[in-house]
């Protein structure tokens, strides 16, 4: 089958540092550097990481699971008060509200603004102060990439999660890519708490950044997400009662039988396979590739997650 970018890995891959492209040593080492599907095939047991299930979500759809990764180093408020949330089955019977094309799924309360109707929440938290970025510390392992960022002064990933820093205000904070998932919010910075929530379907959106709450990502059923029927609301808002999208529920995974779980491993962000992963994306060595790009923005490096087998 012909495809538009030669890609037949069905995995998610990284990038890495910038060289010469147009040295003759650089051009011979890209035609010896291994594929992405070579990198992967040699990956080791130690460079992977099982998904902890305390930090885990099953957000349950007529369609089927999405699991979303949990990042307390982040947002350990908003993850703590979405699951909160999640165990007092606050979203369960709950609806997608909102499918706006190359931008966001949203879901929550539907009557989220009638006091009269709206969902009781019992023990969570209705609002929290924002977490919008946090404290750089050497203590964190940020595997940097080497192509510069428009957004940020430096774009790398920590823990699996795409993040930026920046050195001279000592801050650091995780990025709108594909997949990620942030906590909706008015006006006010303190004005959202979790209980409306947001994942990113399209384009990279990195005007969000440092704007609202990112608390995870999603790790698996992201089709189930992005093929969603687009609205035709103002902002990709569902209008009409009878075409909002149910949430069966939303449970910790830690809170499941082990027979129930998902069980998943995450390649490690901080290890020399993903290193050598970065490199394979940056350079595409797959023979399909006639122009050799050398380079990659972060947006363009999902992490490869896969099925414990054991």
Not at 263 to 269: A, G, P, Q, S, V
Request: hydrophobic letters at 40%; one cysteine or more; glycine letters at 8%.
């Amino acid at each position: 089958m012909k495809s538009c970018n030669g890609n037949r890995i069905l995995l998610c891959f990284g990038a890495m540092c910038l060289l010469a492209a147009s040295s003759p040593v650089w051009a011979e080492e890209m035609q010896k550097a291994p594929t992405t599907a070579e990198v992967l095939a040699a990956a080791k047991a130690e460079d992977w990481r099982p998904l902890d299930p305390e930090n885990a979500l099953y957000l349950e759809l007529d369609g089927g699971r999405v699991v979303i990764e949990l990042a307390p180093l982040f947002a350990p408020e908003h993850a703590a008060n979405v699951k909160a949330l999640a165990r007092e089955k606050y979203f369960d019977g709950l609806s997608i509200v909102r499918v706006q094309d190359n931008y966001v799924v949203q879901w929550g309360d539907p009557n989220a603004d009638n006091p009269e109707k709206a969902r009781k929440i019992l023990r969570a938290r209705a609002t929290l102060p924002a977490e919008f970025d946090r404290p750089w510390s050497d203590g964190i392992s940020f595997a940097p990439l080497p192509d510069g960022d428009v957004y940020a002064p430096e774009v790398g990933f920590v823990n699996g999660f795409p993040a930026a820093r920046d050195a001279q205000s000592g801050r650091l904070w995780l990025v709108h890519c594909y997949g990620m998932v942030g906590a909706g919010r008015g006006d006010a910075a303190d004005s959202g708490g979790g209980a409306e929530d947001y994942v990113v379907i399209g384009h990279a959106p990195r005007h969000l950044d440092r704007n609202c709450t990112l608390f995870g990502r999603v790790v698996l059923g992201m089709e189930l997400l992005s093929s969603l029927p687009r609205a035709s609301g103002e902002m990709g808002f569902i209008e009409k009662p009878e075409q909002f999208i149910p949430l069966r529920s939303l449970r910790v995974a830690a809170d499941m039988p082990p027979a129930e779980r998902t069980n998943l491993e995450i390649l490690r962000t901080d290890t020399d396979t993903f290193r050598k992963l970065v490199e394979s994306r940056r350079s595409r060595n797959e023979p399909w590739f006639l122009f050799k790009p050398g380079r990659v923005e972060l947006c363009n490096v999902p992490v490869p997650v896969r099925t414990k087998t054991n």
